[in-house]
């Protein structure tokens, strides 16, 4: 499969806590960017990182990527939850036209 | 948000009939993709488009095909529906390849009975 795989399949955490999720692929990459998808509703781009670099901020958005490793993290800090949704990470492999989306991390937080 | 909209939201089908899903983008991007989402699989690309008539195959094109006449429109059409296309279908569009950001439609419903 050229999907990215996400970890965990879910995750649940208190408001408040931060949230981690990695997305590891298989394919040398142009960019990997994160979609978030609330129930019921198309995905939102939240944040695109390119190759060559290792670390993006947005907000309360911190992605690491790590090309050797073939991986990234997506961190939200001090969660919401408003933040509770699945969260997709998406490859841009090289040389394609397309994004490969992996299966995705349901986060749910509680108030 | 972008002016992506799908129609229809819902339908429900029975196996062997056609059906074609509508894709309408006001932005003006150059490509349009048809993605599939189901339990397990995530998001798998069927068809996608890089200009007006020029289209290419996804991942899991086999049962689909697509149509492009219009920058603002793309077509998504299932000769003879089967139960195996019980799916959400969402289009999404880009400004730019390789590619940048895709902006999402609110995504598409079918059920085949």
């Known amino acids: 499969s050229q999907q990215g795989e996400e970890d965990p399949q879910a995750l649940s955490i208190q408001e408040g806590e931060n949230a981690t999720m990695n997305c590891s692929y298989k394919?040398?990459?142009?960019?990997l960017q994160w979609y978030r998808q609330n129930s019921g509703r198309g995905l939102v781009h939240l944040i695109l990182i390119r190759s060559n670099e290792r670390e993006k901020h947005s907000g309360r958005l911190r992605v690491t990527l790590d090309t050797s490793k073939k991986s990234s993290s997506l961190l939200i800090t001090a969660s919401r939850a408003a933040d509770t949704a699945s969260y997709f990470c998406a490859t841009a492999q090289t040389g394609a036209n397309n994004l490969f989306f992996g299966t995705g991390t349901r986060l749910t937080v509680i108030p | 948000d972008a002016g992506i909209t799908q129609s229809p939201r819902h339908k429900v089908t029975e196996t062997g009939t056609p059906v074609t899903l509508r894709c309408h983008q006001t932005?003006?991007?150059?490509?349009m993709y048809w993605y599939r989402q189901d339990p397990g699989h995530g998001l798998r690309l069927i068809h996608y488009s890089y200009g007006v008539k020029d289209t290419d195959k996804g991942e899991v094109s086999d049962g689909y095909s697509v149509s492009r006449s219009k920058t603002e429109d793309f077509l998504l059409t299932l000769e003879s529906a089967t139960s195996s296309q019980t799916s959400v279908y969402f289009c999404?569009?880009?400004?730019?390849?390789?590619?940048?950001?895709?902006?999402f439609g609110e995504g598409s419903r079918l059920t085949v009975l």
């Open positions: 932005e003006n991007h150059r490509y």
């Open positions: 999404a569009i880009s400004e730019t390849g390789s590619p940048g950001e895709l902006f």
């Open positions: 394919t040398s990459i142009n960019n």
